[in-house]
């Protein structure tokens, strides 16, 4: 185990390393996995083969490796979010921009990949990852019930069911064709979720 985390260390340190993590997620984010080969990953990262498969076996865990990370930060700023000092709407306005962040230049291809492609396990890691957010967030729901800042008629689960079926909305084709994007569909929810159908300002 010691051993495996200095080799994590050494690998999180090296230029080609974090070069073939950035170049990646920016090809799979635009095309997904599919369209986007090896070669081309190295080529764009000005980094060999051989030195790609010194750090990955194969393009699904560098996949994998890439979204591992993305929601352990995700996961950490959500939480350090949640336990500051901000107000509810401070709060809520912080979560839409983090979304927003995170689902810039999200392709449809990538989302598929994810959430209908089963056999590379990629949703079985997001499964798991989300599931601690998710504890977050059900806390943090709790508390503004309680606190008076959402209706306190309105069940936690109903909440937690809208928020499930976002996430299969956002690879539905007949809706997606409604947007220029996935992640503009996923801020759609996200609105409809915290402020429903009463306009709102924008964000900035």
Known sequence: MESNFWIMNEF??????????????????????????IEEICKEASVSKMTFYKFFPNKI??????????????????????????????KVHQMMLMKLQGTKDLSTEFLNDIYVDKA?????????HSAKSMQIFIKFLEDAKKDGFIRKEIKIEFVIHQLELMTKTAVEEKLLSLYDSPGEL???????????????????
């Open 61 to 90: 865990e560098l996949a994998r490796t890439i979204l591992n990370n993305i929601m352990k930060e995700s996961t950490r700023q959500f939480s350090d979010l949640i336990a500051s000092s901000c107000t509810f709407e401070e």
């Open 186 to 204: 996923i801020m759609e929810g996200m609105n409809f979720l915290f402020y429903g159908l009463m306009p709102k300002n924008e964000l900035e």
């Open 12 to 37: 999180l340190a090296n230029k080609k390393y974090q070069a073939l993590l950035l170049t990646a997620k920016d090809l799979f984010w635009k095309y997904g996995l599919k369209r986007v080969s």
């Open 120 to 128: 590379n396990g990629l949703q079985k890691d997001m499964t798991q």
